[in-house]
């Protein structure tokens, strides 16, 4: 199993940056592919950005060249560094992670971005 913890939402002015923290239970080198996915009110949960255990990134359309995903293999937690926020960017973001074949998920954390 593992169990996902994030951090580091919150407001934010439009322009501005965040970096979201998500720590694992486990070593993330064990993990087939970790990530972020946002949901917004009245919408479905839809990918931000992915990172494979071996470092292989992928990103939607609207976030490539804002939002960048990295991870730390000592601290087995992966970042989503948000730069240049869009009010639409406001959403809760969830990490995730795909082990042996399930998946699991975060509790989420809240990223607002006022205009």
């Known amino acids: 199993q593992v169990q996902l913890v994030e951090s580091g939402g919150g407001l934010v002015q439009a322009g501005g940056s965040l970096r979201l923290s998500c720590a694992a239970s486990r070593s993330i080198s064990s993990i087939n592919r970790m990530g972020w996915y946002r949901q917004a009110p009245g919408q479905q949960r839809e990918l931000v950005a992915v990172?494979?255990?071996?470092?292989?990134?992928n990103y939607a359309d609207s976030m490539k060249g804002r939002f960048t995903i990295t991870s730390d293999n000592v601290k087995n937690t992966v970042y989503l560094q948000m730069s240049s926020l869009k009010p639409e960017d406001t959403a809760v973001y969830y990490c995730?992670?795909?082990?042996?074949?399930?998946?699991?998920w975060g509790q989420g954390t809240q990223v607002t971005v006022s205009s």
């Open positions: 990172i494979t255990s071996g470092g292989t990134t």
């Open positions: 995730y992670a795909q082990f042996q074949f399930r998946d699991y």
